[in-house]
C-alpha cells in the first residue's frame, strides 16, 4: 500500500525558507505516471495547490507561489521536497504532500512566527 | 476572479440525498473535468472521484458524479453521520497553468 509522509520543521521565522520532504513507501516516485504534489490548507480555510513534480521530473507551479516555491525529487530516496522562500505569516497551514490525488501523507502543521 | 465556485454548506437530513455542485468555466470543469475530494475534521483529504465519475476502489456506491458543460455536481443518497464533511472538487485549468480547488461545501447531516 503507498504511504506518504511528510518531514520537516514545524516552526519557521519570517523572511526564512521553509523546507518539507515527502517520503513515499510502497511505490517508486519515478516509475509510472504520476504526478507528486504538494498542497496546503490555512487554518479554517479550503485547499491550495503548491505545484507537483512528474515521475518524468517536470515541474508545476501555481502561478501565486511559483516565484517562492521549488519542488524535487530525488528517486534514489523516493522522496519528493518543497522549498518556499521569503515566508510571512499567511504561509502558516497544514501542508500535504499527494501523489495527485489519490493517495495523501497526514500533513505536517507549519507556523511562521 | 478565477476559481471553482462551491456553495459553502449544505443541510440535509439524516437518509436524504444531497447534490453539491462545482462551477468553473471552459477552461477548467469544461475542459479538463473535475475531481471530487472529502475531508473530514482533522484529516487529509480523500479521493472521491477523478475527471468527473471516474470512482476509485472503496468508494461508496451511495456517491455518484457527473459533470453538465463546466458544472460538476456530486450526489450522495441515503445520508449517513459519517457522509458529514467538507468536500472539495478541484480542476486542471489550462489557460491558467493551475490546479485549482472550489472553496469546499460543508455538509451537515442533520
Known amino acids: 500500500q503507498l504511504q506518504l509522509q511528510e518531514s520537516g520543521p514545524g516552526l519557521v521565522k519570517p523572511s526564512e525558507t521553509l523546507s518539507l520532504t515527502c517520503t513515499v513507501s510502497g511505490a517508486s516516485i519515478s516509475r509510472g505516471s504520476y504526478y507528486w504534489g504538494w498542497v496546503r490548507q490555512p487554518p479554517g480555510n479550503g485547499l491550495e495547490w503548491i505545484g507537483s513534480?512528474?515521475?518524468?521530473?517536470?515541474?508545476y507551479y501555481s502561478p501565486s507561489l511559483k516565484s517562492r516555491a521549488t519542488i524535487s525529487a530525488d528517486a534514489s530516496k523516493n522522496q519528493f521536497s518543497l522549498t518556499l522562500s521569503s515566508v510571512t505569516a499567511a504561509d502558516t497551514a497544514v501542508y500535504y504532500c499527494s501523489r495527485v490525488f489519490d493517495f495523501w501523507g497526514p500533513g505536517t502543521f507549519v507556523t511562521v512566527s | 476572479q478565477a476559481g471553482l465556485a462551491q456553495p459553502p454548506s449544505v443541510s440535509k437530513g439524516l437518509g436524504q440525498t444531497a447534490t453539491l455542485t462545482c462551477t468553473g468555466n471552459n477552461n477548467n470543469v469544461g475542459n479538463s473535468g473535475a475531481d471530487w475530494l472529502q475531508q473530514r475534521q482533522g484529516h487529509p483529504p480523500k479521493l472521491l472521484f477523478y475527471?468527473?465519475?471516474n470512482r476509485p476502489s472503496g468508494i461508496s456506491e451511495r456517491l455518484s458524479a457527473s459533470r453538465s458543460g463546466n458544472t460538476a455536481s456530486l450526489t450522495i443518497t441515503e445520508l449517513q453521520p459519517e457522509d458529514e464533511a467538507d468536500y472539495y472538487c478541484s480542476a486542471w485549468d489550462g489557460s491558467l497553468r493551475d490546479q485549482l480547488f472550489g472553496g469546499g461545501t460543508k455538509l451537515t447531516v442533520l
Open positions: 475527471r468527473d465519475n
Open positions: 513534480v512528474f515521475s518524468g521530473g517536470n515541474t
